[in-house]
């Protein structure tokens, strides 16, 4: 049967400007590193991608090397558009990043203009799409000029290729040049995907004045310290979970007793507060408009119902803003 969008999905939803484009972007967007690869169950994998549509979330984020293996996560979001939901392609906003390795050679990584536009072809290619929404540096290539790359990524726009463009995990002096050249290119740059969560704040030592500053939108990736802000460790590591998985970049040695510990106070207090962990841990990284999106991860539907319920209960009192640093600072 066709999948048809749930009738309700925008009544609840606020949306958020981005920087000071005319993009608005859902409080809760929905990352596709995890779960979408072609070892995962298709199903589970178009379930979610359903679901969170339902829920109002309109931006789905990828890179061509997410997997694994790499490339498959565009494989499968290209067959779940083709499916599913290519017919509110209007409603939606894919993004989608190269600059790690994804292929053999000196081209198949990194910033250089060959890299960078090859790249954007094959991802449209595995997405089956014309153009995608945002197109990203996934990161800052200290081999290439920045003009070579910001180039690259106004090439794409100009090919019709990308609307807008970003840049991840770039340091707060490497985003101010991005944003000289790309302003004076006349390039729409108007997000940067930053690592941001109560156990990962660089963003606030500079690159947030920055960029509230330059007018460009922030989007933080792994909002949940990909699942040590829930209750998913509290207790042990599941054998469904991320770190049980075999994923390097959460292995069962990076669940230390200092995190857990902290989780646990902060599980308290979410408690106190009448919300889950996960919840708070998104209410706290989206707090008084400090990013335009919280980018999540999920490895189930439920997941996704209960990080939504997020924008439920989205402010805390100075005491409770408080309490979270003094146990995050242990
Ligand atoms: N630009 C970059 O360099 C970069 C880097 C990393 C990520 N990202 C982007 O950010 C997205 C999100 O990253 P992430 O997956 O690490 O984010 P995350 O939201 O911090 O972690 C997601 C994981 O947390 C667990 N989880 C989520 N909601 C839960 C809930 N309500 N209750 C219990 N557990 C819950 C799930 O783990 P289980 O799987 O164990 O159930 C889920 O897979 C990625 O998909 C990608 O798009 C970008």
Redesign the pocket.
């Known amino acids: 049967m066709n999948y048809l969008a749930n009738e309700n999905r925008y009544t609840e939803m606020p949306y958020n400007r981005t920087g000071r484009s005319g993009l608005k972007l859902p409080p809760i967007s929905f990352?596709?590193?995890?779960?979408f690869g072609g070892v995962d169950v298709f199903e589970n994998s178009r379930a979610l991608a359903r679901h969170a549509f339902d829920l109002g979330i309109t931006h789905f984020?990828?890179?061509n090397n997410?997997g694994p293996p790499t490339g498959s996560a565009e494989e499968t979001f290209g067959q779940i558009l083709k499916k599913d939901l290519l017919p509110y392609r209007d409603e939606l906003i894919i993004a989608t990043?190269a600059g790690y390795r994804m292929w053999d050679g000196p081209y198949g990584e990194r910033g250089s203009r060959k890299s960078m536009l090859a790249s954007l072809d094959q991802s449209l290619k595995r997405l089956g799409l014309d153009y995608v929404d945002i197109y990203?540096s996934?990161?800052f290539d200290t081999e290439t000029p920045l003009e070579e790359t910001m180039g690259a990524l106004d090439q794409a726009v100009r090919q019709g290729k990308a609307l807008y463009v970003g840049v991840?995990?770039y340091n707060a002096e490497q985003t101010e040049e991005a944003v000289r050249l790309l302003k004076n290119q006349g390039t729409p740059f108007i997000i940067h995907?930053v690592?941001y969560?109560m156990f990962e704040r660089r963003l606030e030592q500079g690159l947030q004045e920055l960029l509230a500053r330059e007018g460009v939108g922030s989007i933080a990736?792994?909002?949940?310290?990909?699942?040590l802000?829930?209750?998913?460790y509290l207790d042990n590591i599941p054998a469904?979970?991320?770190?049980a998985?075999g994923s390097v970049?959460l292995r069962p040695e990076d669940i230390t007793e200092e995190k857990i510990a902290k989780s646990r106070l902060l599980n308290k207090l979410a408690q106190e507060r009448g919300q889950?962990l996960?919840q708070m841990a998104l209410a706290w990284v989206l707090r008084k408009g400090h990013v335009t999106s919280a980018?999540?991860?999920?490895?189930?539907v439920k997941?996704l119902d209960?990080?939504i319920a997020a924008l439920k209960q989205p402010n805390f009192t100075e005491e409770e803003l408080n309490l979270i640093d003094q146990i995050l600072a242990g």
């Open positions: 990352g596709l590193w995890h779960n984020d990828l890179a997410y990043k990203y996934h990161r991840s995990n995907q690592h969560s990736y792994s909002p949940l310290a990909r699942g802000l829930t209750d998913r469904d979970s991320r770190a998985g970049f889950s996960a980018l999540i991860g999920a490895s189930k997941q209960d990080n």
